[in-house]
């Protein structure tokens, strides 16, 4: 059973940074690759892809990709020891708040069909919360 926990969200003025982390408990596609996606979801809408980074068999990082409201702002990457996957995001503004959550799915890389609203991934964690006021 793959179990995935997001945590390091918070309130932040606009500006500021938050790191946010995706721990992975159980089996990630073992021996395989994956795709491991954050997605930001504000009240009553749908889930919009922010980040997602492909997951190597030896479990390093690679191919990041980002919303153009991220880019430039936020970095995804990978802890090649432990199994998290983390969101740096700096430079905060307002509509950056939201709930953030991680997806993963294993035995494939990250394609388009895992960077839309309302992607479809075989786990999702339970969402961290992020506030950031003006």
């Known amino acids: 059973q793959v179990h995935l926990a997001e945590s390091g969200g918070g309130s932040v003025q606009a500006g500021g940074s938050l790191r946010l982390s995706c721990s992975a408990s159980?089996?990630?596609?073992?021996?395989?690759?994956?795709?491991v996606a954050w997605f930001r979801q504000v009240s009553g809408g749908q889930r919009e892809p922010v980040a997602d980074?492909?997951?190597?068999?030896?479990?390093?990082?690679?191919?990041?990709k980002y919303s153009r409201s991220a880019a430039g702002r936020f970095t995804i990457s990978k802890d090649n020891v432990d199994s998290i996957v983390y969101l740096q995001m700096s430079m905060l503004r307002p509509e950056d708040s939201g709930v953030y959550y991680c997806?993963?799915?294993?035995?494939?890389?990250?394609?388009?069909?895992?960077?839309?609203?309302?992607?479809?991934?075989?786990?999702w964690g339970q969402g961290t919360p992020v506030t950031v006021s003006s």
């Open positions: 159980g089996v990630i596609g073992r021996g395989n690759y994956y795709c």
């Open positions: 980074i492909d997951v190597d068999s030896d479990g390093r990082g690679s191919s990041p």
């Open positions: 997806a993963a799915s294993g035995n494939t890389f990250c394609w388009p069909r895992h960077f839309e609203r309302g992607a479809r991934f075989d786990y």
